[in-house]
T-cell receptor
Framework: ETGVTQTPRHLVMGMTNKKSLKCEQHLGHNAMYWYKQSAKKPLELMFVYSLEERVENNSVPSRFSPECPNSSHLFLHLHTLQPEDSALYLC?????????????FGSGTRLTVV | KQEVTQIPAALSVPEGENLVLNCSFTDSAIYNLQWFRQDPGKGLTSLLLIQSSQREQTSGRLNASLDKSSGRSTLYIAASQPGDSATYLCAVYRSNDYKLSFGAGTTVTVRA
C-alpha cells in the first residue's frame, strides 16, 4: 500500500446509477487531489482540496461532485455519468498545497460506465 | 498553459539494453520536474525529482537530466530488466503554480 487507499478498485455502473469513490490517507497530508486518467492522455486534474476547502474545480461537469469531510478522506460522488467518463480515477495527496510538493498516489478506481 | 510531451509513446527493448525516455515542456519557467512510474491499473510511484537549479538526479540505475532552457528532460534506465516494464510519466511544476502538469507517458516493455 502506498499510504493512499482508494475504494473500490473497480466499478461498473449504468448511466442512471449513483455511486461514490472513496480515498483515504493517514499520512498527515493537508492537500488532496482527484485526477482522471484516460487511455493515452495526460492526467487531468479535476479537483483540489486544501485543509478540507475546495480550491480548484477544473471545469468538471456537475455530474461529478467531490466531498472532503476531513483532511484524511476525500469522496467523488457520481451520478448520471456518460460512457466517455469511463477512466481510471486517481486520488493523490501532498503535505501542503504549494509548488514543488511530492505527491503520493492511490492505486485508482477503474470506472466503466455502461 | 504548460504542455508536456513524451516521445515515444511506446518502446520495446531486449533485456540489458539501456532505455532513453524523453520529456519536453513548453514553459521553461518551472519549479521542478518529476518522473513517475505506473504499473498497469495502478497508481503512480515517484522515481526522481529534479529541482529547476539542478542538471541531473540519480537513483540506482536511473538517471534523469534536465535542460530547462531547451525545455527537455531525459530519463535513462541502465541495463533494463523485465521488471522495468511499466509506463513512465514526467510532470512539471510551473513557477508560482501549485499544480503539476503531466505528460501522457511512455509505455516500456523489456523483453526477456
Amino acid at each position: 500500500e502506498t499510504g493512499v487507499t482508494q475504494t473500490p478498485r473497480h466499478l461498473v455502473m449504468g448511466m442512471t446509477n449513483k455511486k461514490s469513490l472513496k480515498c483515504e490517507q493517514h499520512l498527515g497530508h493537508n492537500a488532496m487531489y482527484w485526477y482522471k486518467q484516460s487511455a493515452k492522455k495526460p492526467l487531468e486534474l479535476m479537483f483540489v482540496y486544501s485543509l478540507e476547502e475546495r480550491v480548484e474545480n477544473n471545469s468538471v461537469p456537475s455530474r461529478f461532485s467531490p466531498e472532503c469531510p476531513n483532511s484524511s478522506h476525500l469522496f467523488l460522488h457520481l451520478h448520471t455519468l456518460q460512457p466517455e467518463d469511463s477512466a481510471l480515477y486517481l486520488c493523490a495527496s501532498s503535505l501542503i498545497l504549494v509548488q514543488g510538493q511530492s505527491y503520493t498516489f492511490g492505486s485508482g478506481t477503474r470506472l466503466t460506465v455502461v | 498553459k504548460q504542455e508536456v510531451t513524451q516521445i515515444p509513446a511506446a518502446l520495446s527493448v531486449p533485456e540489458g539494453e539501456n532505455l532513453v525516455l524523453n520529456c519536453s515542456f513548453t514553459d521553461s519557467a518551472i519549479y521542478n520536474l518529476q518522473w513517475f512510474r505506473q504499473d498497469p491499473g495502478k497508481g503512480l510511484t515517484s522515481l526522481l525529482l529534479i529541482q529547476s537549479s539542478q542538471r541531473e538526479q540519480t537513483s540506482g540505475r536511473l538517471n534523469a537530466s534536465l535542460d530547462k532552457s531547451s525545455g527537455r528532460s531525459t530519463l535513462y534506465i541502465a541495463a533494463s530488466q523485465p521488471g522495468d516494464s511499466a509506463t513512465y510519466l514526467c510532470a512539471v511544476y510551473r513557477s508560482n503554480d501549485y499544480k503539476l502538469s503531466f505528460g501522457a507517458g511512455t509505455t516500456v516493455t523489456v523483453r526477456a
